[in-house]
């Protein structure tokens, strides 16, 4: 199973991630039932981790 490009490493940015997981967990139990997909706070959340994630894997290449 391979990572998602850009992903960081089992310990790197631990607090961001478990701060990532902890909101996830609110939105999932205590977040609105049913938006649309601009302002679903579930997608809002998803759609930071992958420009997160974009911005870690250009940096990787351009220090390549």
């Not at 961001?16 to 999932?28: H, P």
């Not at 679903?40 to 250009?58: G, I, S």
């Amino acid at each position: 199973m391979g990572r998602t490009p850009g992903a960081p490493g089992w310990f790197e940015d631990i607090p961001w991630r478990l701060g990532y997981r902890i909101r996830w967990l609110a939105l999932s139990v205590f977040g609105p039932a049913q938006l649309d997909d601009d302002a679903d706070p579930l997608k809002q959340l998803k759609r930071e981790r992958e420009r997160r994630f974009a911005v870690r894997a250009a940096r990787r290449r351009l220090s390549h």
